[in-house]
């Protein structure tokens, strides 16, 4: 798929890594931008077509996809993670983390499939992470939202293959947003996990690896479980203690 020329739509495109990709697909040519965001008014990116959007909600879902027919590359950036436990934590707030990660793009993905297909196929682009693959205390609901998500990209792949439609799972570890503003470590530039991004989708890639934290995760899932929990925990404190 050619980003010059493609109508483009992104959640949560208010800040962060929604308001980069929006940016560079703009700079990349992409004859449309949908931006949207569960608070319109808090898009400030010129050269945007702002919509209001809450991916939890199907109602809004439903909305914004009648109000972006043309659409041709769906990017599912929006999340959020909570902090919470999977054992001690609220039950409330691990759904409502499963609700937004993982349910929230299927319903996405479930009503820009027939714009999709319309488009010639188009594409489709998850942004996941490394923690598809590994959990940490204080990030247990994160970790299960966002293997759920992996898993189901894995799913639909499959079953939008036969309307020409490329999903992209897009895994990285951590981005210079304010998410991340608590950890000292090094971070990919919101803009550079944006181009990496599209480069995957231009050269029709199902995965990418985005940074090398990512990389170095996924090497290791072949251990035995007991070998990766000591490799992840060996690399966590290692990253802590830089």
């Known amino acids: 798929m050619d980003i010059n020329d493609s109508v483009a739509l992104v959640t949560g495109a208010n800040r962060g890594l929604g308001r980069a990709f929006a940016q560079r697909l703009l700079e990349r040519g992409a004859r449309k931008v949908y931006a949207t965001a569960r608070r319109p008014e808090s898009v400030d990116l010129p050269g945007v077509e702002v919509l209001p959007l809450d991916i939890a909600d199907p109602a809004s879902v439903r909305a914004a996809a009648e109000a972006a027919p043309d659409v041709s590359l769906l990017v599912n950036n929006a999340g959020i993670q909570t902090g919470t436990d999977l054992v001690t934590g609220s039950l409330d707030a691990v759904r409502h983390e499963l609700e937004t990660n993982m349910f929230g793009h299927l319903e996405m993905i479930r009503a820009f499939a027939p714009a999709l297909a319309g488009s ?22 994160y970790h299960l939202t966002k293997a759920a998500a992996w898993a189901m990209t894995n799913g639909v792949r499959l079953e939008l293959a036969e309307q020409g439609t490329l999903v992209t799972a897009v895994h990285l570890g951590l981005a210079d947003t304010d998410m991340a503003a608590g950890w000292p470590v090094a971070k990919i530039a919101p803009p550079a996990l944006a181009d990496a991004a599209l480069d995957g989708v231009e050269a029709a890639a199902a995965e990418v690896l985005a940074d090398q934290w990512s990389r170095d995760v996924k090497s290791r899932l072949p251990l035995a479980p007991e070998e990766f929990t000591a490799a992840m925990n060996r690399a966590l404190t290692s990253l802590t203690t830089a």
Do not use: C
């Not at 188009?122 to 609901?141: E, T």
């Open 120 to 141: 010639g196929g188009g594409a489709i682009v998850n942004v996941l992470s490394a923690m598809s693959w590994f959990g940490a205390r204080g990030a247990g609901a």
